[in-house]
């Protein structure tokens, strides 16, 4: 998603139809919270912005014991709130993805989330990466994703040309080289969390472009059911959730 611009990429032929299958999982195995009052523009970086994030991560692991993974746009911003989340002091393990794992690095890193926790396990990574696309981990070896960001590619040389290619053809460039394939690793990291009909978790997306109209407009079917959520009522949201399993 969303369709029309992977028909665009995929196919030169108008009338190609597409089938949306309805997702199998229940609705209600998951949660979706928006949160408002984060900004990953690098205008709004700084320490105050990354000790918001690290809170908000710090507040929506708090509310059940099980494994998380918090993604991030660059190793920049992610080791940043990374520092900022060490001095809340939570009682978590907490893994950091390096930008230079080999293999084995890797596959011990996956292996923290196989074995049996009894504590919560919360792992820093890049949005993206090897551990947000491909990686398939069921009911309780994942219980939440925190997003930070809305995964737009870096301005560069290709993603201008394919900006140019799109305005000539009278469709919005700046959607089809940056929002959409931003929104496609974001809908990918999310997708790490609801695996089986027996899955259930939370996708946190913080940003404050998540709230905006043509973002909404970008989410699944099932996502429709969102929660807008800020800094002091995260927890509360997060809590009613899982509650409601007890």
């Known amino acids: 998603l969303p369709i029309q611009y992977y028909k665009s990429l995929l196919s030169v032929v108008q009338d ?3 089938v949306y299958a309805e997702s199998t999982f229940p609705e209600t195995n998951r949660s979706v919270l928006l949160a408002e009052g984060i900004s990953t523009k690098y205008t709004s970086r700084g320490e105050e912005m990354y000790s918001r994030i690290a809170e908000y991560i710090g507040k929506t692991i ?11 746009p660059s190793y920049r911003l992610m080791e940043a709130v990374y520092e900022k989340f060490l001095e809340l002091g939570k009682k978590s393990e907490v893994l ?8 084995e690095e890797r596959e011990e ?3 923290k989330f196989e074995k049996e926790q009894g504590g919560t396990l919360v792992a820093f990574c890049v949005m993206g990466g090897i551990f947000s696309e491909g990686i398939d981990l069921k009911e309780e070896r994942l219980i939440g994703a925190i997003i930070i ?11 201008e040309i ?5 305005d000539e053809q009278g469709e919005g460039g700046f959607d089809y080289a940056y929002q959409y394939p931003g929104m496609n690793k974001v809908m990918q990291a999310a997708g790490r969390v609801i695996r089986t009909v027996n899955d259930k978790g939370v996708i946190a997306l913080l940003d404050d472009r998540f709230l905006l109209p043509e973002y909404v407009a970008l989410f699944p079917r099932e996502w429709e059911r969102y929660t807008v959520v800020n800094r002091f009522n995260v927890k509360q949201a997060v809590d009613d959730f899982w509650g409601q399993f007890v």
């Open 16 to 18: 190609d139809y597409a």
């Open 62 to 72: 708090d509310s059940k014991t099980g494994n998380y993974m918090a993604f991030f």
């Open 96 to 103: 950091l993805q390096s930008q230079y794992m080999d293999e």
């Open 109 to 111: 890193f996956l292996k």
């Open 149 to 159: 960001g809305t995964g737009l590619p870096q301005v560069n040389p290709e993603q």
């Open 162 to 166: 394919l900006k140019e290619y799109f």
